[in-house]
Nanobody, 124 residues
């Protein structure tokens, strides 16, 4: 199994920045990709960004392209999400997740393990 723990959420004003981190432990050698998802109140959970663990190929939702950057530190087994130019509509609970049993990583169903989530609130 893989355990995931997010950190770095909080309250920020519109236009500000935050960096989320996700520490992975356990069977980390089995990770093929990792991603960030978010869920706003009353809405479905959607993918924000994803990265293949070995090669570092990235995927971004259109809503965050040019503002968010996903990265990983393989030595530390840690995933990051740098969020710049934040907007009130970015307010949500952000989850990190890991793919271990698929070669796809752009769909929620590809992900096998999930963190507990961290709240990001952007005030206007």
């Amino acid at each position: 199994q893989v355990q995931l723990v997010e950190s770095g959420g909080g309250l920020v004003q519109a236009g500000g920045s935050l960096r989320l981190s996700c520490a992975a432990s356990g069977r980390t050698f089995s990770i093929y990709a990792m991603g960030w998802f978010r869920q706003a109140p009353g809405k479905e959970r959607d993918i924000v960004a994803a990265i293949s663990w070995s090669r570092g190929n990235t995927y971004y939702a259109d809503s965050v392209k040019g503002r968010f950057t996903i990265s990983r530190d393989k030595a530390k087994n840690t995933l990051y999400l740098q969020m710049n130019s934040l907007k009130p509509e970015d307010t949500a609970v952000y989850y990190c997740a890991a793919v271990t049993s698929s070669y796809s990583y752009t769909r929620q169903v590809d992900y096998d393990y999930w963190g507990q989530g961290t709240q990001v609130t952007v005030s206007s």
